[in-house]
């Protein structure tokens, strides 16, 4: 792939890769666009992105249907809309959007619930969710 784009040029390669993006999707996201200005950029972006899918063990609808859930958490109505698309395109049904979104909020509502109940408390010097090695909450919380 380096050897690719070294060959062909930065600016190449993200015409073609925008132009697969858009074939497979049927647009492109607002953030590659943008990345696109500065080549560079993308061409990370990407190349971090495919390192990702490329070698997950998870089936590529369930990591849309993943990305889909965490859009929604962050609020981001532009990622929602992209991943929905992406999951649809690679089989996902109604029903398993509808309940990642649902499994989304009931984890946003969560962490807000969480966070807030710890500072009205006063905070804790020790973190549950730091051990995670078993190793003691003293040893390995940072806070």
Known sequence: MLNRIVERGSDAIVREWLNEIGNEYGRVPLIFERMAERPEILISHLLYKGAVVETSRLEPKVIELISLAVGAALKCSHCVEYHMQAAMAKGATRAEILEVILIAGLLANSAVLADAYRVVDGGSE?????????????ETCLR
């Open 126 to 138: 020790e973190c549950p969710s730091c051990d995670i090695n078993g190793g003691g909450l003293k």
